[in-house]
């Protein structure tokens, strides 16, 4: 047939073909499929998996194919980035998708970042991360010698880490090296806190020292107490420093006069923790900026406006039993919004404008957890045995990590939290450093440390 009639008999087919029916068109093409030979069959079968299998991400906008890639799971993506090139260019661009990925996982997010390709490869690393510690292979221990005799107190800030000794020392470590960068003399160390110029002490004998790192020299005694000091905590800007007595007192002194301002009362049980630190919310009682003064004992914390005027009175007594048969664990936390407090019936959590209990986070599977470090994503607990991992989304335990026989202190000074910014979310940078620092039989300090990635 010559070219010119055979688009004429194609013309008048296709018009008579489009105005059958659907089950006449079918018969039809079932009929011409009867009569075609092999060259005929490869070349249909070629050109439908052209047009049945069409691909969807490459052929839509950008815009809708991120709205499908949504109801995806991560690791769904992650498979479907195999496909192709294509598919990998274009998931790994979708960068809400990976976001809220990360989000799930505890990662914290910053917006700022605009590299479309990023939030994949922090999905990445994180899914690594927290698979790590599921595993419990995401730490890794060392230790500090030096002490010779009962290390008592101690204290982390900014990678360096201090601890006071029976031994009349204090010695500043840097907990990357394992090296001591000062070592000084002191008296018997019950508390410790320090910054670049200076370490202040609270002793068994009754004082409170201030000493300069770099001559070791005694800046400043504070006496008047008439117990062990067992917690200090001091402002440069309000010129002022606290500390906590088993005399059942606490002392607000004049840091640099190193005389007593003022004497608080109605503790009547030992003082075992003071928090100097900033409000973060409004109330009837205070507004944010005002400085707050916590004390604790077994039972009570106590809440005192100390910024507001030094002969203060107490503004709120919190407890987790009114008949004391509960008693609190010597661990507090305070970031000036939250208060939070570990006892035997669990973990509390009191709201600082209200002074309501908002949460009480119980494990049953394992009795007596004490509080180390508390942010808004996790937890940092430990009992006897285990140093654990709660997510407090979901309250529940995502980690733990052995300890050994570790010197027990009743007044919590001898173990401490490292790092804490990864508490609040992790971020692929802060998940390094020290994780807890505590005190051992020998003398020496045992250090639980996050291990790279790897």
């Known amino acids: 047939m010559e070219r010119k009639d055979f688009e004429t008999w194609l013309d008048n087919i296709s018009v008579t ?48 194919s991120f709205y499908l890639l949504k109801w995806l799971d991560p690791q769904t993506l992650l498979t479907c980035c195999l496909v192709s090139k294509q598919w990998n260019k274009v998931i790994s661009a979708c960068t809400e998708v990976w976001q809220t990925a990360c989000k799930n996982l505890g990662w914290q997010i910053d917006d700022s970042v605009q590299d479309a390709l990023h939030w994949k490869k922090v999905y990445l690393k994180a899914i690594l991360r927290m698979k790590q510690l ?30 006071g000794s029976d031994d ?58 008439t117990g062990a000091v067992f917690s200090v905590d001091y402002n440069d800007e309000l010129d002022i420093l606290v500390s906590g007595s088993a005399d059942f007192t606490v002392k607000v002194w004049a840091l640099s006069a190193g005389t007593c301002l003022n004497t608080l009362t109605g503790h009547t ?20 900026g005002d400085y707050i003064l916590l004390s604790a004992d077994k039972y009570e914390i106590k809440i005192w406006p100390i910024g507001r005027e030094i002969n203060c009175k107490c503004l709120k007594t919190l407890s987790v039993s009114e008949d004391r048969s509960i008693c609190l664990q010597p661990r507090l936390h305070f970031d000036g919004k939250y208060i939070v407090c570990s006892s035997a019936l669990g973990l509390y959590q ?28 996790f937890a940092l607990l430990f009992d006897n045995r285990y140093l654990y991992i709660m997510d407090l989304r979901t309250e529940s335990l995502i980690s733990r990590w052995p300890l050994p026989e570790y010197r027990k202190s009743k007044r919590g000074s001898s173990f401490l939290a490292g790092e804490a910014s990864w508490l609040n979310g992790l971020d692929g940078h802060n998940d390094t450093g020290l994780v807890f620092a505590t005190s051992m039989p020998d003398h020496s300090i045992h250090l639980v440390l996050w291990k790279e990635h790897g």
């Open 350 to 377: 009191w709201d600082f404008a209200s002074y309501d209990i908002l949460r009480v986070i119980k494990t049953p599977e394992i009795a007596n957890l004490a509080l180390l470090g508390f942010g808004d994503i």
């Open 17 to 64: 073909f489009l105005s059958l029916t659907d089950l006449q068109k079918n018969e039809t093409l079932d009929h011409l499929i009867s009569l075609s030979g092999a060259v005929q069959l490869r070349h249909l079968s070629n050109n439908l998996e052209t047009l049945l299998k069409r691909d969807f991400l490459k052929l839509l906008p950008l815009e809708l």
């Open 134 to 163: 599921e595993d419990h292979e995401a730490f890794e221990t060392s230790s500090l010698i030096g002490h010779s005799a009962r290390v008592y107190a101690l204290y982390y800030k900014d990678g360096l880490l201090c601890t």
């Open 168 to 225: 009349l020392s204090a010695k500043l470590w840097d907990v990357s090296t394992g090296q001591c960068v000062y070592g000084i003399q002191t008296h018997t160390c019950a508390a410790v806190k320090f910054d670049e110029q200076k370490l202040v002490t609270g002793s068994f004998d009754n004082t409170v020292a201030c000493w300069e790192w770099s001559s070791g020299s005694r800046t400043q005694h504070f006496r008047g107490h």
């Open 269 to 288: 049980e030992w003082v075992t923790k003071v928090v100097l630190q900033k409000c973060k919310v409004k109330s009837l009682l205070h507004s944010p």
